[in-house]
């Protein structure tokens, strides 16, 4: 099976711009979640899809949206950047069912904001 | 609100000898742990689970983790480390809130493993 995939894989961007980044799960995978990792805060929960429903939302403001699409690749958005948003972005999806399963991350896209 | 806490920042071990990464949680119920590993410029990739059962859990690699529900600790550990170990390790448990997957991750551990 394919791992998650992540696209693309560096981004710079100037202060004010908005970006778009995608996710595609594994095969099978329905439910997507975003992480933000920065040196600064680590790693922080941004957003959870499942079914193209927000099912968790981390404290992060709302320049930054997400959305799932039928086929579970997520997108997630970031308006009027700033300086603070250079971080790398992971995308993790897990199988669903009764058990608690790990999930499995992608690459991350590296987002540098100028 | 749960936490995991990481107290170090790095470790530093010989090839050849035992590792611990240490990791201590916080929650008002029941656990369930994670540990990831991550290498420069990768994602994450995960290790091993502790839901629930034996207190010893096995993982990829290797790597091992006791759960120690008195201590509130599930250190990572690995009998013998190999230099391509080093790498940066993250301890993380579920949220308890609802139907949820979000993980609340450790500020992670940098191991060096010297030739």
């Known amino acids: 099976k394919a791992g998650v995939t992540q696209t693309p894989r560096y981004l710079i961007k100037t202060r004010g711009q908005q970006v778009t980044l995608s996710c595609s799960p594994i095969?099978?995978?329905?439910?997507v979640s975003w992480y933000q990792q920065t040196p600064g805060q680590g790693l922080q929960f941004l957003f959870e899809y499942f079914s193209e429903t927000q099912r968790n939302k981390g404290n992060f403001p709302g320049r930054f949206s997400g959305r799932q699409f039928s086929n579970s690749r997520s997108e997630m958005n970031v308006s009027t950047l700033e300086l603070g948003d250079s971080a790398l972005y992971l995308c993790?999806?897990?199988?669903?069912?009764?058990?608690?399963?790990?999930?499995?991350f992608g690459p991350g896209t590296r987002l540098t904001v100028l | 609100a749960q936490s995991v806490a990481q107290p170090e920042d790095q470790v530093n071990v010989a090839e050849g000898n035992p590792l611990t990464v240490k990791c201590t949680y916080s929650?008002?119920?029941?656990?369930?742990l994670f540990w990831y590993v991550q290498y420069p410029n990768r994602g994450l990739q995960f290790l091993l689970k502790y839901i629930t059962g034996d207190n010893l859990v096995k993982g990829s690699y290797g790597f091992e983790a006791e759960f120690n529900k008195s201590q509130t600790s599930f250190h990572l550990k690995k009998p013998s480390a190999l230099v391509s170990d080093s790498a940066l390790y993250f301890c993380?448990?579920?949220?308890?809130?609802?139907?949820?997957?979000?993980?609340?991750f450790g500020t992670g551990t940098l191991l060096a493993v010297q030739p």
């Open positions: 929650v008002s119920g029941n656990p369930y």
């Open positions: 095969s099978g995978h329905r439910s």
């Open positions: 993790a999806s897990r199988s669903t069912g009764t058990n608690v399963n790990e999930q499995f």
């Open positions: 993380a448990v579920r949220d308890e809130g609802g139907a949820t997957n979000k993980l609340i």
